[in-house]
């Protein structure tokens, strides 16, 4: 089992920027690939952008490519989502996952079935 932990979260005005973080807690000296989600009222759960277990990889949803940036501590299992140029569409709840078993290939593309723990979430409302 591995606990996911969101912060940083909040309120922020259209054109600001926001810095998400998540901790994976499991065994020690395992790395895992670790993913962002995000669900606004009334609108299914998508993908936004996910780092692989080896650091190498990344991919972002098309709706937030070059504005948002997803980086990695490979040491403490901590993943960071930058968020840029915030706009009203990005107001959600984010949700951190970690892949331990999905396979490679669909874990990058976004597949939310290739995740196996989730964060709580946290809140990003973006203000016009």
């Known amino acids: 089992q591995v606990q996911v932990v969101e912060n940083g979260g909040g309120l922020v005005q259209a054109g600001g920027s926001l810095r998400l973080s998540c901790t994976a807690s499991?065994?020690?000296?395992?790395?895992?690939?670790m993913g962002w989600f995000r669900q606004a009222p009334g609108k299914g759960r998508e993908f936004v952008a996910t780092?692989?277990?080896?650091?190498?990889?990344?991919n972002y949803a098309d709706s937030v490519k070059g504005r948002f940036t997803v980086s990695r501590d490979n040491a403490e299992n901590t993943v960071y989502l930058q968020m840029n140029s915030l706009e009203p569409d990005d107001t959600a709840v984010y949700y951190c996952?970690?892949?331990?078993?999905?396979?490679?290939?669909?874990?990058?593309?976004?597949?939310?079935?290739?995740?196996?723990?989730w964060g709580q979430g946290t809140q990003v409302t973006v203000s016009s």
């Open positions: 996952a970690v892949s331990q078993y999905g396979p490679y290939q669909s874990v990058l593309a976004g597949d939310s079935r290739g995740y196996d723990y």
């Open positions: 499991g065994r020690t000296g395992v790395r895992y690939s």
């Open positions: 780092v692989m277990w080896n650091g190498g990889d990344t």
